[in-house]
């Protein structure tokens, strides 16, 4: 009996044009979204940034859902540089003090994991939010939407991603969505983090991006 793989117990269809296509034909856009040092604001500040994103909340009609990725970042790669600038200068000087350097950084990271954290929101839209008509809406589902159908549904993701954007950027937040690469990258890491860690990719199936 062969064995399933691992797409098969996946919601994900494809990724099309920075769009997530689910297999019950829902779409999901993504936004990369970056961080503020909510700890040395001033308390004015502070209060401006939760009554900003308060009212953001507030101003939503539909859901989202904020994900944040924590990944340990593997800098033996960064060490090993070190140690072959070390060895190749010449200046003593300059030599001790990469040396010193790097002993600096490997005692650092001894006492614990060092830890990146990336911040994202996923907007999602549905065939049926899109502005279709009752006929069309009482059609059997097909096994995929059409060209029509997908670039009506992406262009009202478009806005509603937008629409996040614009709220979030009143809180002092960036945001830019992520585009198909960068999609496949995201959830590639989220299934295999090990690899991820040392920075090893796989080659892409072609069938999942479009």
Same mark, same amino acid.
């Given at each position: ?8 117990? *996946?919601?994900?269809? $494809?990724?099309? @044009? ?5 297999? !019950?034909?829902?779409?999901? /856009?993504?936004? +990369? ?59 003593? *000087?300059?030599?001790? $003090?990469?040396? @010193? ?5 490997? !005692?650092?990271?001894?006492? /614990?994991?060092? +830890? ?95």
């Amino acid at each position: 009996m062969p064995k399933a793989s691992t797409q098969q117990f *996946l919601e994900i269809d $494809q990724i099309k @044009e920075g769009v997530i296509l689910l297999k !019950n034909q829902a779409m999901r /856009g993504v936004l +990369m979204v970056s961080s503020l040092n909510f700890a040395l604001k001033s308390e004015e500040e502070q209060r401006a940034i939760i009554y900003q994103f308060q009212n953001f909340l507030n101003s939503l009609d539909f859901p989202i859902q904020i994900i944040i990725q924590s990944r340990k970042l593997n800098i033996t790669g960064y060490l090993d540089k070190l140690k072959d600038l070390e060895e190749k200068q010449k200046n003593e *000087l300059l030599k001790t $003090q990469t040396a @010193e350097y790097r002993n600096f950084v490997n !005692n650092l990271i001894a006492g /614990g994991s060092i +830890m990146s954290k990336n911040f994202f929101v996923v907007v999602p839209f549905t065939l049926l939010e899109a502005k279709v008509s009752p006929k069309e809406i009482l059609k059997p589902t097909p096994k995929s939407l059409t060209e029509e159908q997908f670039q009506r549904c992406k262009s009202q993701l478009w806005q509603r991603m937008e629409f996040v954007a614009m709220g979030l950027r009143r809180c002092g937040l960036q945001c830019v969505p992520l585009n198909t690469p960068e999609l496949i990258e995201l959830f590639w890491s989220l299934y295999h983090p090990e690899q991820a860690e040392v920075g090893y990719y796989p080659e892409l199936p072609p069938e999942i991006i479009r």
